[in-house]
Each structure stands twice: as structure tokens, then as C-alpha cells.
T-cell receptor
Framework: NAGVTQTPKFRVLKTGQSMTLLCAQD?????MYWYRQDPGMGLRLIHY???????AKGEVPDGYNVSRLKKQNFLLGLESAAPSQTSVYFC????????????FGPGTRLTVT | QQPVQSPQAVILREGEDAVINCSSS?????VHWYRQKHGEAPVFLMI?????EQKGHDKISASFNEKKQQSSLYLTASQLSYSGTYFC??????????FGEGTQLTVNP
């Protein structure tokens, strides 16, 4: 089992460019999450999904879009990158929404210049 | 609402004990604890459910005071491998997990 994988691991974008981050999990989990982590601010939820074809906004959704066309994949898109989106992005998955461990991917370090 | 962790940072010598606290203003359903080493993903340590249940993981244990909506993480006889940032995450009934800002723990030889 690979667990949760993320691609790419690193990326540098120029302001205004777009990109998609891919998250994949092989544990058949229903729930998937995208977090961003900035220094001193912990993990903040961007968007999450409670199942294939469904997504919901988290704490900091502005500037991001997501899609979950297949149960094992959760995509995070940045349509027009801004320097404020420079961060480390983590994807996670869990079998249930409440009171269950979240399994994290290795992260994507994104720099927007 | 984000839980509040204290202290923000702690430095120990190997073998010493530490306590990290996590508090919320809301009635909690569960408290999660994770550890993250520099440049790596957060790793799950344990979950505590309402009811004051205490769970342990080797020399790392935690408690959950339901009346005070507080959880404490206890690290006894610390090892060098305990170094990292510890995050608590809290959930109220039906809500998503919300993480605190983290406590940076450094264990020196």
C-alpha cells in the first residue's frame, strides 16, 4: 500500500499561472481533504470531499477549486496563482468524517513569485 | 474555532518529561494528536473521545477533560526522536477537524 501520494512534490509558479495538484489514496477511504500549512499557523482546511463527486468548502477556500471524479483521487486547482498561495499543501484521507485518524500525504511545496 | 495550544515551544533534555495542553471554547466530540517532523507530513498519535478516556502510545499518553474541554499530551522520559511539532485537532459533533497552531518540542542530548 502506498497510502496517500501527492504530485508534484515541489513547484514554482509565476503570479497568474495555473496548476493542479493531484492527491491519490489506495485505502478506499470515503473522505479526502486538502490543507495548507503556513509557518506558525498550523494546518488549515481548504476543501474536503465526503465521497466521489461531492466537495465542500473548508476554512480557507478562496482562490482554489477541487474535484473528485474518482473515489481514489482528489484534485486541487489554482486558477490564477498569487504570492499569498505560497505554502505547503497536504492532502489527507480518512475512512469516516468524525473521530478517525487522517492519513496525510508527503506534501507539495508551492512557491508563487 | 481553532483550539489553543500551550506552550508554543518547549526545550527538554533527553529523559525529561513534558506536557502539552490543548483547549477549546466549544463542547468537543473528539481530540486528535499528531506529530510532525521538519519537512515531513503529520503523523497520527492518538484520538480521545468525550467521556474522559485516556489512551496511551508507548511513553506518550493523553487525557481529555470533558468538563473543561481540555486535552493534555504527556511525554515521559523523552527521547531524541520525540522532537517535532505537536498538533492537536478538535471536533465538535458533526464538524470538521480543526487544528491548533502547534507546539514545537526540542529534545537535546
Amino acid at each position: 500500500n502506498a497510502g496517500v501520494t501527492q504530485t508534484p512534490k515541489f513547484r514554482v509558479l509565476k503570479t497568474g499561472q495555473s496548476m493542479t495538484l493531484l492527491c491519490a489514496q489506495d485505502m478506499n477511504h470515503e473522505y479526502m481533504y486538502w490543507y495548507r500549512q503556513d509557518p506558525g499557523m498550523g494546518l488549515r482546511l481548504i476543501h474536503y470531499s465526503v465521497g466521489e463527486g461531492t466537495t465542500a468548502k473548508g476554512e480557507v477556500p478562496d482562490g482554489y477549486n477541487v474535484s473528485r471524479l474518482k473515489k481514489q483521487n482528489f484534485l486541487l486547482g489554482l486558477e490564477s496563482a498569487a504570492p499569498s498561495q505560497t505554502s505547503v499543501y497536504f492532502c489527507a484521507s480518512s475512512p469516516k468524517f468524525q473521530a478517525y485518524e487522517q492519513y496525510f500525504g508527503p506534501g507539495t511545496r508551492l512557491t508563487v513569485t | 474555532q481553532q483550539p489553543v495550544q500551550s506552550p508554543q515551544a518547549v526545550i527538554l533534555r533527553e529523559g525529561e518529561d513534558a506536557v502539552i495542553n490543548c483547549s477549546s471554547s466549544k463542547a468537543l466530540y473528539s481530540v486528535h494528536w499528531y506529530r510532525q517532523k521538519h519537512g515531513e507530513a503529520p503523523v497520527f498519535l492518538m484520538i480521545l473521545l468525550k467521556g474522559g478516556e485516556q489512551k496511551g502510545h508507548d511513553k506518550i499518553s493523553a487525557s481529555f477533560n470533558e468538563k473543561k474541554q481540555q486535552s493534555s499530551l504527556y511525554l515521559t522520559a523523552s527521547q531524541l526522536s520525540y522532537s517535532g511539532t505537536y498538533f492537536c485537532g478538535t471536533q465538535t459533533s458533526g464538524s470538521r477537524l480543526t487544528f491548533g497552531e502547534g507546539t514545537q518540542l526540542t529534545v537535546n542530548p
